[in-house]
């Protein structure tokens, strides 16, 4: 399962601003763009506003393909009723002209920026503040980290889960190194940050989500305190794998170790890494029959596969029950035992795609001689991690044997 997370604070803002060359405007009637967003803000209605979006339309510090998420969640959770908005001014650029505009609602006035195109399009609405962060990591100094760890867990649906504890809280969580950073279940964690969330998983868009302050997470004698965690409905996974899921376990979590993962005796075993990625327990319990190296593409590791004699670059993700080819691949293959599923990802959407079987799929030295694959449009990972990604592969991959894996290295096993 894979995103990224772009943190956006809805938080109006409040500042008088005097630009230069800028003159009062005359009143009379609003562009037709300001008027749609306003009856888009009264009625939570996106589609009202989504037209006058310029192609051009971006929110600062915002990737540009989940500005229009970032403004829809904005739309459908805005917390005032707008009853009157007054141009105070407008400055004709180059290009675009920009609006200085007066929100009124009773007695609470907000002065928001508002950009137009030349054909009346909004090319930037300023209407909340963002920021480009990521929630507050944990305070290391003040975790634990074992230097060996052995944690059981059980298979739901083809998917790990294990038990941790956040604040004296204890559930399964879904180990899922697709995932940037710890999630939270919203249905158990629900936040009182002013802070909202927007990111992309492998079925479209996230949205809805926030930040939940995290004072202790417990998984064994791995603890981490002090630090913030993403929240998002993941009831649809619950559903999916029929058993409450309190959150995800992700690659933030599972970075400092070598992880070795024993689908057999469905264990998963953490072995702490030095800063040079070197194994400071025993390790013989993790002697590879072979190395194969990797890149990394934001938090995924990328490896090289072959099929068919050409290079296949795919990610490695734990939460993937069944292996993605993206489908521009599917022109020159040819699945065998061929059926129709959904895919459903991080994103609570939905999609009914093909899948098949690979003969002669390679990863490393192993050529497997069938795995199961859906072909999916993943061409938004690929634009998220700017990096070239044609696939993915889970567990239809790691549960075939004993596999570890070291990020400080770049490095996945093939143990013995």
């Known amino acids: 399962m894979r995103f990224l997370i772009v943190c956006l604070c809805l938080v109006c803002t409040a500042c008088n601003m005097n630009h230069k060359g800028e003159e009062p405007a005359k009143q009379g009637e609003l562009p037709a763009a300001i008027s749609a967003l ?55 650029g180059d290009k675009n002209t920009t609006y ?10 907000r002065k928001h920026t508002l950009i137009l195109s030349p054909n009346g399009h909004f090319v930037e609405i300023d209407i909340f503040r963002t920021q480009s962060q990521q929630p507050k990591e944990p305070q290391m100094q ?14 739901a649906n083809n998917l790990m889960l294990t038990e941790a504890t956040v604040n004296d809280t204890t559930g399964y969580f879904l180990v899922d190194s697709g995932a940037p950073s710890l999630i939270l279940n919203s249905r158990y964690f629900i936040s009182a940050e002013n802070i909202s969330v927007a990111g992309m998983g492998v079925s479209g868009a996230i949205t809805n989500s926030s930040v939940y302050p995290v004072q202790e997470f417990a998984w064994g004698s791995y603890i981490l305190r002090d630090f913030q965690a993403i929240t998002m409905d993941i009831s649809h996974i619950e559903s999916a794998l029929g058993k409450p899921i309190s959150g995800l376990i992700s690659q933030q979590q599972l970075q400092p170790f070598q992880v070795i993962f024993d689908y057999q005796n469905q264990e998963i075993t953490l072995l702490q890494l030095d800063d040079q990625g070197t194994i400071l327990a025993d390790a013989s319990n993790a002697k590879p029959r072979e190395v194969i190296s990797f890149s990394m ?4 590791p990328v490896i090289s596969c072959m099929y068919q004699n050409k290079i296949l670059k795919m990610a490695l993700d734990t939460g993937a029950e069944v292996n993605l ?6 022109e020159n293959i040819v699945f065998e035992d061929v059926q129709t599923d959904t895919l459903s990802g991080a994103s609570k959407e939905r999609t ?35 990096e070239h990604i044609d696939g993915l592969i889970g567990y239809q991959f790691l549960s075939r044997q004993k596999t570890a894996i070291n990020y400080i290295k770049r490095e996945l096993y093939i143990l013995e």
């Open 325 to 330: 080819l993206d489908d521009n691949l599917m």
């Open 38 to 92: 306003q009856e888009a803000l009264n009625s939570h209605n996106y589609s009202q506003i989504e037209s006058f979006l310029d192609v051009e339309y971006q929110v600062p510090g915002v990737p540009a393909n989940l500005a229009g998420p970032v403004l829809q969640q904005v739309v459908e959770s805005y917390p005032y009723h707008i009853d009157t908005i007054t141009i105070q001014s407008k400055e004709h």
């Open 297 to 300: 593409a934001a938090h995924l």
């Open 100 to 109: 200085q505009v007066e929100f009124e609602s009773g007695d609470n006035k």
């Open 142 to 155: 003040e975790s634990t980290l074992p230097v060996q760890m052995t944690a059981p867990f059980i298979l």
């Open 352 to 386: 009914e795609i093909q899948s098949g079987n690979l003969r002669g799929f390679q990863v490393g030295m192993q050529t497997y001689d069938t795995m199961r694959f859906l072909a999916s449009d993943i061409s938004h990972l690929t634009t998220a991690t700017n």
